[in-house]
Nanobody, 114 residues
Framework: VQLVESGGGLVQPGGSLRLSCAASGFTFSNYVMDWYRQAPGKEREWVAGVSTGGGSTYYVDSVKGRFTISRDNAKNTAYLQMNSLKPEDTAVYYC????????WGQGTQVTVSS
């Protein structure tokens, strides 16, 4: 199982970023996928989840209306579109394969600062 995140970077408040999570080594379409984040000095926080077919999505309250999780099962990739970014969104973002055993990517840094 391999999960590789990309798309992080430095963005000004109010800006946007699109994170990608490329999956390999398993049948991607069989698993719910989640995005988590971890800010400095804080515990890792669940941010969003998407069902196996992509029809159902779930968000932590702090990102509802700003972030959109999606997936493309043909490309074995999950996405997190982040709009109206705030400084408090600064964190390392991780994708995760949900299941009895969780698998994590290496993370991608998102920094929101002017």
């Amino acid at each position: 199982v391999q999960l590789v995140e990309s798309g992080g970077g430095l963005v000004q408040p109010g800006g946007s970023l699109r994170l990608s999570c490329a999956a390999s080594g398993f049948t991607f379409s069989n698993y719910v996928m989640d995005w988590y984040r971890q800010a400095p000095g804080k515990e890792r926080e669940w941010v969003a989840g998407v069902s196996t077919g992509g029809g159902s999505t779930y968000y932590v309250d702090s990102v509802k209306g700003r972030f959109t999780i999606s997936r493309d099962n043909a490309k074995n990739t999950a996405y997190l579109q982040m709009n109206s970014l705030k400084p408090e969104d600064t964190a390392v973002y991780y994708c995760c394969r949900r299941g009895p055993v969780q698998y994590w990517g290496q993370g991608t840094q998102v920094t929101v600062s002017s």
